[in-house]
């Protein structure tokens, strides 16, 4: 773990701003000399500019307008606002469309698509591409040293793919790297499976809605072949800005539970991980499962470099393109922000600054709305956060401490959905690995995201739910871990298929002498699915050593095991695998492995990681956390910071840990019995 870490070299406290798009207002002197005085009133340090402004950058190819972006940063400069400085391709000028077609995506169907919207361009396109370099260039050359940027902001939100001509040249040259020969591709593609065997590498194509979709390893190197593409493009934009100061760090902003492109690629392009994140609240009932889910995310966004992130987009108050945009409630907006910080954050950033006049975003929530001051409940709200993140300031660049690591892996994810089989109405695997996480984040016990290549030494317990796809040595390094005194934990559907999509032989999981076979000591010989009303029972024996017992229900799907080394801990009491185990462990070296063959549910997941704390004495920042409640722990060499969160909309009672802890917020000693409020967040700090 990093103890600090100053992800932006020209700062040191936290970030607070938004996205500006001064473009939409020159005319409008007086909106930009007032947006100034907001900026102040609502405490805010930082602004991303640029981010869709080519067509006032560049109105005519070749023809540049900068003394508009110049005055700009002069006058944010000369208030003490900083700014992540944008590359402008996330959008583009209609003339580039109009004279370079090939700029525009085709679609699966083999569709270009007009002019229009954005995130759209191809990203093999040589003509974008160069355009791209020339912006990009003109940008660094004028503005890279400019005593108000701070680093840049590439592109907006990379996602998508295209199938023109140029991709499917580059899919091929990447297939021919990767396999060397047809005759090897067609192998590990197992294409003599409905006669798809390949004589030319010109018969491939990407997948589409009228073919090609029946080879599943076809599928998932589509899927590695676009995040590649799309990490090759993010380094293309880079490669002007760093070699005109290599010092300004990049980063570019990701999106939650993003499908496209395995973002652990993706995050080797950039300096700094930022996201934007829009959770839906007071969607449902349970707040609190969404409280965790975001968590998640956020906990996968500071692994992804093992380093502070920057939270680049919330709302400030409500989106426009959720099917109910509720605005949040009083405190919620603060809660929401800090969770951010609380998970390793080191902004604060909302889209947007101020709300256009017109088109699509004309109704996005913005921290200026249409009526032109911040005296409002949003203005007041965010001048809230402002105000809080300076009294935290201290927490930027500190770091979080984490015994456990949950396998979240993009490669498994695609495989198992486009599995075909067993269970077509939905595999749920992000919600998956979020319920074993939620086991660890009620008890506040820190969880780093990792996916299966990352390295498992420096944890105590490694979970990973549904380890479909299994990588090459993976299953080695487990061995490994759990043989030098790690924990670990795994599910059913794990070990079916090698990185090539193609099921091991010899049984499950791993196949055949696997080394995951002999961590976890038994073999899974079938699974049954359920439909979503069915619940299946089992029983734990409270006997087994996991200091609880009882009736627990199974849902989804649940396989059928049988013990090779390890000891039943629980049993299925009804349906065709009674009697059977279900809950395993395996003692392996200084080590030891469990084996859960069926989906629980919340009430056993909460027993079962509890117990598992205490038998594997992980650290838990607080005896006990209430239900509904978040603590959170970030710390440097000198100090500890515990971040507790109340998602409930009532009170909650929490007992400090013993020691002296000061409120961050107040500067107040901090009593050992406190209560937090509804929606509250209260920061707490002690010295080591
Ligand atoms: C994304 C984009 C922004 C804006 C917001 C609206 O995150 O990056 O430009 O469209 O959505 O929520
Ligand atoms: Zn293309």
């Keep these: 773990m990093n103890y600090k870490k100053q992800i932006i070299p020209k700062i040191k406290g936290l970030l607070h701003g938004a996205d500006y798009n001064p473009e939409q207002w020159l005319d409008r002197p007086d909106i930009l000399a007032k947006d100034i005085e907001l900026m102040k009133q609502t405490r805010c340090n930082v602004m991303s500019v640029g981010i869709f402004s080519w067509s006032t950058l560049e109105p005519v190819e070749g023809e540049f307008q900068f003394e508009w972006l110049d005055k700009v940063l002069d006058n944010l400069a000369n208030h003490g606002i900083s700014v992540f400085l944008a590359t402008p391709s996330g959008a583009r000028p209609a003339w580039l469309s109009e004279r370079y077609p090939d700029v525009l995506r085709v679609n699966s169907a083999r569709v270009r698509q007009l002019h229009g919207e954005r995130h759209n361009h191809c990203y093999s396109s040589p003509n974008y591409r160069e355009k791209v370099t020339i912006i990009n260039t003109k940008l660094a050359e004028r503005y890279s040293q400019h005593p108000a940027v701070i680093g840049w902001h590439v592109s907006n939100e990379y996602g998508g793919d295209c199938h023109c001509h140029y991709c499917q040249a580059e899919f091929r040259e990447w297939l021919k790297n990767k396999y060397g020969s047809l005759e090897r591709l067609n192998q590990l593609w197992w294409s003599t499976f409905w006669s798809h065997t390949y004589t030319r590498w010109e018969q491939i194509e990407s997948p589409s809605p009228i073919g090609e979709n029946s080879i599943h390893a076809l599928k998932l190197d589509w899927k590695r072949f ?13 490669a002007p800005l760093k070699s005109i100061n290599p010092d300004l760090p990049t980063t570019a902003n990701l999106m939650e539970y993003f499908y496209d492109y395995n973002y652990w690629e993706l995050a080797k ?20 499962a969404l409280a965790c889910y975001t968590g998640m995310y956020h906990d996968l966004m500071r692994t992804l470099k093992n380093q502070p992130f920057l939270l680049m987009e919330s709302t400030p108050s409500q989106t426009n393109w959720q099917p109910i945009t509720k605005l949040k409630k009083d405190g919620v907006h603060l809660l929401s922000s800090l969770q951010a910080v609380a998970h390793g954050s080191d902004s604060v950033q909302y889209f947007q600054w101020r709300k256009s006049r017109g088109s699509v975003e004309k109704f996005h929530g913005a921290v200026i709305d249409h009526v032109g001051h911040a005296n409002t409940r949003t203005g007041r709200e965010v001048t809230a956060v402002g105000e809080y993140l300076q009294q935290i300031n201290a927490v930027a660049g500190s770091g979080t401490p984490a015994e456990v690591a949950i396998i979240f892996d993009w490669e498994n994810r695609w495989a198992i959905d486009d599995a075909s089989g067993p269970r077509n109405e939905g595999m749920h695997y992000e919600q998956t690995v979020c319920d074993h996480y939620r086991g660890f984040w009620q008890q506040g016990i820190s969880c780093d995201i990792i996916e299966q290549l990352c390295d498992f030494t420096p944890y105590k317990v490694i979970v990973a739910p549904m380890l479909y796809l299994l990588k090459p040595n993976v299953a080695e390094r487990l061995e490994t871990f759990v043989a030098q005194g790690g924990t670990l934990v795994a599910t059913y559907w794990s070990g079916i298929v090698d990185h090539n999509d193609l099921c091991f032989l010899g049984g499950f999981p791993g196949g055949e002498g696997s080394p ?42 649940m396989e059928h095991i049988h ?29 030891c492995a469990y084996y859960i063959a069926a989906r629980t549910g919340t009430e056993f997941n909460t027993l079962f990681y509890s117990a598992l704390a205490d038998l594997h004495g ?13 603590v959170t722990t970030r710390e440097d060499q000198q100090s500890r910071y515990l971040f507790i969160m109340n998602f409930m909309n009532e009170p909650r009672d929490v007992t400090v840990p013993p020691g002296t802890w000061v409120n961050e917020n107040t500067g107040d000693a901090v009593e050992e019995n406190m209560m937090i409020q509804p929606y509250q967040v209260i920061v707490i700090s002690s010295q080591k």
């Design 226 to 238: 676009c995040t590649d593409r799309a990490a090759n493009f993010c380094a293309h934009e880079i």
């Design 269 to 288: 392009s950039i300096d700094v991980v930022s996201w934007d994140s829009y959770p839906l609240w007071h969607r449902d009932s349970d707040e609190v």
């Design 516 to 557: 995951l076979r002999r961590t976890l000591g038994i073999w899974a010989e079938e699974i049954d699915s359920l439909y979503d009303h069915e619940r299946v029972r089992f029983d734990v024996d409270t006997n087994a050593g996991l200091g609880f017992g009882g009736e627990f229900k199974a849902k989804h799907l």
């Design 563 to 591: 013990l090779e080394t390890a000891q039943a801990l629980a049993y299925y009491r009804e349906d065709l695998f009674d009697g059977c185990p279900v809950i395993t462990k395996n003692h392996l070296g200084q080590g």
């Design 618 to 630: 992980l650290h838990k920042p607080m005896a006990h956390v209430p239900d509904g409640v978040s």
